[in-house]
């Protein structure tokens, strides 16, 4: 058993004030280069898979990113986790800017934000029965100082999940697709993150199972005080598990508000599109509802369209969507959105009010 | 009444490394002509497997065991490999799941929705391109006709669907069969596919069945839902009663586990308990027994039969009000 290293569980900042920022996301900037050429490769293009993307996450708080693929969410949770070169921007986590760091230094905040994955069918070594699985992390970080301790935290961790102890020496063909997303969370859950970033982890699973992830991360976050980000699709997802939401358009957040606010409210005419796309399960709302559905598709990130990069495909696109880049700026209180409609004085009132009703 | 589609006491079994697994276990439900039905289940609950038996697309490892599927009348498993072929295609049509993976990556795309035409009305290729050319046009892709010498690689996910639903309109079809049409694409595009399906199986007065796990889809698209459980059928009733009165207690978890876009949820959600059934090792009795807060002494020596409990909404539970 390695020895371990200096950051044991007692040392994690347990202390701190619910509501503090834990993550700091600022201008960041993920290009991807087009390249052509054999013998002398050069980029005839740049794929601006995250352009510009900024938010705060506080402790203790479940931030959602929604939007359809391509809109650079996955990009996003994978350089918060450095697991992507990033471009530009800073990533602040616990008061220390990560976007350099390298080695050590990297492996020591990783230690402290894990990822939980949508495939809990490819993310699991197929060789490894549970309990190696989970002991993985612990092993890698020299986080248990001995034999028992190391056994001790990984039967903590199978019950924390609700797995049984008797499952620890299977393999992951024998467990169920929900069951082996418990056992991702678990591992993720080893080395007592403050930060777990979920990509998409329960859109692979059946809707009876789903509800039951869903808790089980609610109960986690309860308990242990964890903070998420949350990457989904999945409107109603977002809705039952966020306090915020960050709406993503071709490599831009767009809105970003409380989500309460933001389902009760939406005011950037895609996330209104986003919401009236998505069914709702009861056909006396959905004969009520009339059916808006958004034109087109969303274009290329190599070519995104000038100004606002939905003006294209929105319905109440007006004279400077296609030539101004939109600010993200604040719309009441708690609400950001990049939108002509509410940040330009020149478009009327009445204009607003339209959308508002539509 | 004759209904357009007619099926009757299907059982399907496959053979599996463990064993014989019967993946459907005595489905029987019907399709009027023009309407959409949903087919509504998890993995594993042998809705698929139903859509792929009625135009017996099972492949070597799948048989079906027992039961008729009856399309207009005419018994379809009486029909010899010819009788099927001419049926696939052309009085039923299929839309599969992979818009990705169903479709033929090198031939063009107006070769591949030409084909069908080609080969169920016989006419000549020139006048076949040029019927696909308009079905490309009535399913919106843009530009259509001057995109039929493109290959698939060439047309997104959603326009990739759109080629699938012209390929399965080509015919003029009685009945589309749809499985999981959208579950592969973003929320705007399934949108768009859907209305897209609705409105043109509404004008050619096609019958539709809607294979899905969302029920969101379901409460949108269909008149009628069946609820599928390990191989059976648990509820069958019309949309709205379904949603609004569950008679069967999994149906009733289902809607109740689901997060809701519409309404503030509360702070957990609540489930169905255990684990999807194991197709292999089902227990005794109801397959939903071990998972439903319901199950009692009558639920255990076989399971229930789906009585009718009014002319149009029938379940399967011996025990729940």
Redesign the interface.
Known sequence: MPAPVSTMPEDAPATASPGEVLLNVENLKVHFPVMSGVLRPRRIATIQAVDGVSFDLRRGETLSIVG??GCGKSTTALAVLRLQALTSGRIVFDGEDIAGHGGRRLRTVRRRMQMVFQDPYGSLNPRMTLHEIIGEPLLVHGFARDRAQYNARIAELIDLVGLLPDMATRYPHEF????RQRIGIARALALEPDLLICDEPVSAL???????I??LF?DLQERLGLTYLFIS?N???V???SDRVAVMYLGRIVEFAPA?EL?ANPKHPYTQ??????????????VARP?A??IG??PSPRNPPSGCRFHPRCPHAFAPCSTIDPAFDLVGPTSRVACHLYTTPTPSHDLVEAVKNA | MTHLLQVEDLCVSFRTDRGIVRAVDGVSLHVAAGEPLAVVGESGSGKSVTALSILRLLGDAGRIDSGRVLFEGEDLGLLNDAGIRAVRGNRIAMIFQEPMSSLNPVLTIGMQVAEPIRIHRRVSWKDALDQAGALLERVSIPDARSRLNDYPHRFSGGMRQRVMIAMALACQPKLIIADEPTTALDVTVQAQILDLLRALTRELQSALILITHDLGVVARYADRVAVMYAGRIVETAPAVELFAQPLHPYTRGLLESAPQLNRKSHARLSTIGGQPPNLAHLPRGCAFSPRCPFVGEPCLPAPPPLEWVSATHARACVNYA
Do not use: K
């Not at chain 1, 059946?206 to 039951?212: L, N, P, R, W, Y």
């Not at chain 1, 599109?273 to 959905?286: F, I, Q, R, T, Y």
């Open positions: 359809e693929s169920s697709g929900g069951q059946d809707v009876s199972i789903q509800s039951q869903l808790n609610l699709h409107l109603s997802v809705r039952h598990i309460d389902f599109a986003l919401m009236a796309a998505a069914p709702v399960a009861d056909p006396g709302v959905e059916s559905v958004m598709e969303v």
